[in-house]
């Protein structure tokens, strides 16, 4: 017979969105960027793209119930899950997504208090039947052909189920055990996670720190590797923070806000952190008000790379809480966007011919990538250097990007040199290429032309004003686009370079120094 209640209720301190919840409660559904009002039929409407299905579909949402408070979010959660289970008792591919189904299953278990422990016992009965159907396919399927950060999301719901769900022992032993394989093989041993992306960084982390609350909370042993996995990333992810607590555009991730983050990290606990991570391939530079956040290693591996963008060697800058060059980030509620935010060209980095560094995939995943990125750092009397390259345009161009980065102690001072080399004799008598070399500029940062066309002048919300000034290609200023906001497209200006990579070797210099005293 159904089970009446769950053995334990995880703890869940992360808050939701009181406005989406009031919202949410009035049937209008904002996911992925878009909203529907009163869907129909309400698990899959007619417009919906994958993304908004996935929202859906896996609950997150209740803590957003949860958060607009009083009996009226609460019912509507009833009445939603209640409504999942009597629409969704068949197997569909969205609704029964492995990694839909461990999201859904930490996700009612996660908020079983708010919404379902002062139900009736039919509505109980039937959360907890439906809780453990699921659980049993989870078991089933995993790891179902998942890698990276979705497989640590489909095991969670396992082992939330094999904690919370009586009867749940065979789960929580081959949760635990996966889980325990998995974060061997995905966390480095530098903290960094290897889809190289700060968006999965934060949800991994923010996962093993529920798994081992929840672990606790049950009286059981949190496993070793677990509790070392949390302490390496959490220095890690602190690396990838800028001035306003946000994250890096990279390999996929929109800003985050900065108290969310800081939220992960403070129940993580941890160190400072890592300016130069061994494995994990991201540099930061920090001086003065100062960041400097840089792509220095080549794309995640085969399997691990569905999220990677082409942007090996891009940098992002800030100032203070204001951020100043970017890249265009991930805007996952507008499929027609996919190619375009993964290019080249959405970063600030060197192109040639317009052409990716990285092959991208329609789908996911990259084909032809950089085989050699090498990173070199240097520090003298708070000075910063770095010295990159890579080889991703040799087999379709013969050049090997080479780029220098420099911060000045007093952080108002920012140095570069992209050079274009021949990777052989016979690459040299290759036809010029054309090369583009872009800087994209945050929303708030307005920008304009100097009256002599050799310099860019940038200026902040805050009036904080710098000179952008290049030698050895022409200067342009052209319009962008940013989707570092979740849900959000706004339009945005670049400084954009161009030339030709004629000779043995094309050098750029361009320089980035702050204006006035401000």
């Known amino acids: 017979s159904a089970p009446a209640a769950i053995k334990l209720a995880p703890p869940d301190p992360w808050p939701g969105n009181a406005a989406f919840g009031t919202a949410l409660a009035r049937g209008l559904f904002s996911f ?6 009163q869907p129909a039929p309400l698990w899959r409407p007619l417009g919906a793209d994958t993304e908004w299905l996935d929202e859906l579909h896996g609950f997150a949402w209740l803590r957003d119930l949860r958060a607009a408070g009083g009996d009226g979010g609460r019912q509507a959660a009833r009445e939603l899950v209640n409504s999942w289970i009597r629409h969704n008792s068949r197997w569909s591919s969205i609704a ?7 999201l859904r299953l930490a996700n009612w278990l996660g908020q079983y208090e708010f919404y379902a422990a002062s139900a009736d ?5 039937k959360v907890l039947t439906s809780a453990t159907r699921q659980a049993r396919h989870l078991g089933r399927v995993l790891p179902a052909g998942l890698s990276g950060s979705e497989l640590i999301a489909a095991l969670k719901g396992l082992i939330y189920a094999g904690i919370c769900l009586p009867g749940g022992g065979i789960w929580l032993d081959k949760g635990v055990a996966m889980l325990c394989q998995e974060i061997e093989r995905q966390i480095l041993p530098d903290g960094g996670h290897i889809e190289r992306s700060p968006a999965r960084q934060l949800s991994v982390l923010r996962d093993v720190i529920d798994l081992r609350a929840a672990l606790n909370a049950a009286g059981l042993q949190v496993p070793e590797v677990l509790q070392l996995a949390i302490e390496a990333m959490a220095p890690f992810l602190r ?26 990290l403070q129940r993580a606990g941890g160190k400072r952190a890592q300016m130069d991570p061994p494995q994990g391939g991201f540099q930061r530079l920090q001086a003065g008000r ?10 995640p591996p085969p399997g691990y790379d569905a999220h990677a963008h082409a942007g090996t060697l891009s940098f992002e800058m800030s100032v203070g809480r204001e951020r100043l060059i970017v890249n265009c980030g991930d805007h996952s509620g507008r499929p027609d966007w996919r190619l375009a935010q993964r290019s080249t060209a959405a970063h600030s980095t060197l192109s040639l011919n317009d052409t990716n560094s990285s ?33 991703g345009f040799v087999a379709s161009f013969g050049l090997i ?10 952080g108002d001072d920012v140095r570069g040199e992209d050079c274009l080399i021949f990777a052989d004799s016979e690459s040299a008598s290759r036809d010029p290429s054309s090369f583009q070399i872009r800087f994209h500029l945050h929303p708030n940062v307005q920008a304009t032309v100097a009256q002599a066309g050799d310099s860019v002048f940038l200026r902040t919300a805050k009036g904080s004003s710098w000179r952008l000034r290049a030698a050895g290609a ?18 945005c200006q670049q400084v954009v370079l161009r030339g030709s990579a004629a000779g043995p070797e094309t050098v750029v210099k361009w320089a980035l120094r702050r204006e006035g005293g401000k």
């Not at 992925?32 to 009002?37: F, V």
């Not at 029964?96 to 461990?102: A, E, K, L, M, S």
């Not at 100062?290 to 794309?299: N, Q, T």
């Not at 022409?474 to 339009?491: A, C, Q």
């Open 121 to 125: 016992l039919p509505f109980r009965r």
């Open 401 to 410: 990007h080479q780029r220098r980065l420099f911060l000045a102690a007093n």
């Open 474 to 491: 022409s200067l342009h200023l052209e319009p962008s686009v940013y989707l570092g906001y979740v849900g959000d497209l706004r339009r």
């Open 359 to 391: 092959e991208v995939f329609d789908g996911a995943g990259l084909g032809r990538r950089p085989s050699g990125v090498t990173c070199q750092r240097n520090e003298d009397q708070g000075n910063h250097w770095l010295e990159m390259s890579h080889d």
């Open 239 to 264: 690396l990838l923070q800028h001035g306003d607590g946000g994250l890096g555009l990279f390999n996929e991730g929109t800003e985050e806000e900065g108290w969310r983050v800081d939220m992960v």
């Open 32 to 37: 992925a960027g878009r909203s529907i009002d």
């Open 290 to 299: 100062s960041i400097i956040l840089a792509d220095a290693a080549g794309p």
């Open 96 to 102: 029964w997504n492995p990694v839909i189904t461990g």
